[in-house]
């Protein structure tokens, strides 16, 4: 059997991955000024930096936003498409060996995604992720770097941006720490510095869609998530999401290649039978 490539595409951003033998290999991303220059980019680059040769690669798939503007085989090699959730899904499952749980793909917006066992669905998403970063990052910090922008936050305390339980009770309130969120950005200044508007806009959105995804696992019997996605790459993960998995009591899991989990899950496809 050859080397099926799974292939995320995004408006700009590509990431790529290689299945050998079930496992996958070598995952990179590229980013490009529109998705087939990014595509045609990061297969070509693949194929060179791993010594792949054209006839070793048995299937393409495709998934993700850009992949609609892909209407021929990639380089003469049957290409296939899978729908995103699903990529979502199986990737993430692969990565965390979790067959139940709430697939938590975020992107420009966040997705949410139910995996139990073989029934895969999408459950609704909301409009916050690395696009609102981004935004927000423009508007307030004249920049969209987002590694500018998290290395910004690391130097700030998003205690002087957000009102905390602690600010406004002495003593804590059922089911919430002193340390909990009462506000986001209530306590901001006029005079805030880089560093705490960083903190803070970081952990808006982050805060926002852990617990979105709590709420979206309400009754569903669920209690853990998959984060997918670049965001998931942020150190701030480390910090914010363990404390909301002791306010909400569920488990938060990020996999070892969480920002490429989409591009796996396509690849897992082919075998699986979920192509278009």
Do not use: W
């Not at 899904?89 to 979790?98: F, K, P």
């Not at 905390?164 to 919430?176: E, F, K, M, N, T």
């Not at 910090?239 to 569920?250: C, D, Q, R, S």
């Amino acid at each position: 059997m050859g080397i099926i490539i799974g292939i995320d595409v995004g408006i700009s951003t590509t990431k790529i991955v290689g299945l050998r033998d079930g496992k996958p290999s070598a995952p990179i991303r590229i980013t490009a000024a529109d998705p087939i220059t990014s595509l045609y980019g990061a297969f070509g680059k693949y194929l060179h930096d791993n010594d792949i040769t054209l006839d070793a690669v048995e299937h393409v798939m495709l998934t993700g936003v850009g992949a609609g503007y892909i209407k021929n085989d990639v380089y003469g090699v049957q290409t296939s498409r899978c729908d995103e959730f699903i990529a979502d899904a199986l990737g993430a499952r692969y990565e965390s060996h979790l067959d139940h749980a709430i697939v938590v793909s975020m992107g420009t917006g966040t997705s949410f995604v139910m995996c139990n066992g073989t029934d895969i669905r999408h459950i609704g998403g909301i409009g916050i992720g690395g696009g609102t970063l981004q935004g927000l990052s423009r508007i307030m910090l004249n920049t969209s770097d987002i590694k500018q922008v998290s290395a910004l936050a690391m130097q700030g305390n998003v205690k002087n941006i957000n009102l905390l339980i602690g600010d406004i009770s002495a003593q804590p309130l059922p089911g919430l720490p002193m340390e909990a969120t009462a506000s986001i950005f209530a306590k901001a200044k006029n005079d805030a510095s880089r560093e705490d508007i960083a903190a803070g806009i970081i952990a808006m959105v982050l805060q926002t869609i852990g617990s979105a995804s709590v709420l979206a696992a309400q009754d569903s019997g669920c209690r853990d998530m998959v984060l997918i996605g670049n965001l998931s790459q942020l150190p701030q993960c480390k910090e914010i999401f363990p404390a909301l998995e002791k306010l909400y009591k569920v488990r938060f899991h990020i996999p070892k290649y969480s920002q490429f989990c989409t591009a796996i899950g396509a690849a897992l496809a082919f075998r699986s039978g979920e192509r278009e």
